[in-house]
């Protein structure tokens, strides 16, 4: 079965400072998609970016970026210049072809003004 | 991008009673929905598989009987919590997949439904 861990429960970054959030995932397949989900207090899930596990290239969205290491199995989201805005909780998720997801824990990321 | 819709978006009922929730895909066909349900601050866990014109598929540990997932056409599934209980409130989201020309769906989330049992 294919897990998600998010090993940090919450994070705290200055505004204007970059982030890291990490994520590790457990799987035996070769082709699948990871993602990064954002949860404001509205609770709509929000994509924050996809990284399909064939291309090597990180996948890269304005401020957000991915360093996705796929024998590791690692795919930590960076979040650069943070805004006021970009506070809410962060799920990775893993999906297989057209399979549904599977979310880690979550972090709860706090932007300080 | 697509839209998905859920109704009620907050629900209260009694102990006992059934509750209907509607996931609907507002301007593309969803092959397949998917219900989650995420305890508060805790992550989205998956509930079952709903593909149109099937039985849904439930994972482990989800009560089939209680948890009614009926998904009729391509733009509408619903969950129904019959006799619910206390322990069932929750926040219930759905999910839907939109056909595209490539072999990737993307995959689009209700705003949810909160649910409390008294």
């Known amino acids: 079965a294919q897990t998600v861990t998010q090993s940090q429960p919450e994070m705290s970054v200055q505004e204007a400072e970059t982030v890291t959030l990490s994520c590790t995932y457990d799987?035996?397949?070769?082709?699948?998609?990871l993602f990064w989900y954002k949860q404001p207090p509205s609770r709509q899930m929000i994509l924050v970016i996809r990284q399909e596990a064939y291309k090597q290239q990180n996948a890269t969205e304005n401020r957000f970026s991915v360093n996705f290491q796929k024998a590791a199995k690692s795919f930590s989201l960076k979040i650069s210049d943070s805004q006021l805005g970009d506070a809410a909780m962060y799920f990775c998720?893993?999906?297989?072809?057209?399979?549904?997801?599977?979310f880690g824990a979550g972090t709860r990321l706090t932007v300080k003004p | 991008g697509a839209v998905v819709s859920q109704h009620p978006s907050r629900v209260i009922c009694k102990s006992g009673t059934s509750v209907k929730i509607e996931c609907r895909s507002l301007?593309?066909?969803?092959?397949?929905m998917f219900w989650y349900r995420q305890f508060p601050k805790k992550s989205l866990m998956l509930m079952a598989t709903?593909?149109?014109?099937?039985?849904?598929?439930?994972e482990q540990g989800v009560e089939k009987d209680k948890f009614l997932i009926n998904h009729a056409s391509l733009t509408l599934s619903t969950l129904t919590v019959t006799s619910a209980h206390p322990e069932d409130s929750s926040f219930y989201i759905c999910s839907a997949t939109s056909k595209r020309g490539d072999s990737y769906n993307e995959q689009f989330f209700g705003p949810g439904t909160r649910l409390t049992v008294l």
């Open positions: 998720a893993y999906r297989r072809n057209n399979n549904d997801m599977r």
């Open positions: 709903s593909n149109e014109g099937s039985k849904a598929t439930y």
């Open positions: 799987t035996s397949e070769s082709d699948y998609y």
């Open positions: 301007d593309f066909q969803a092959t397949t």
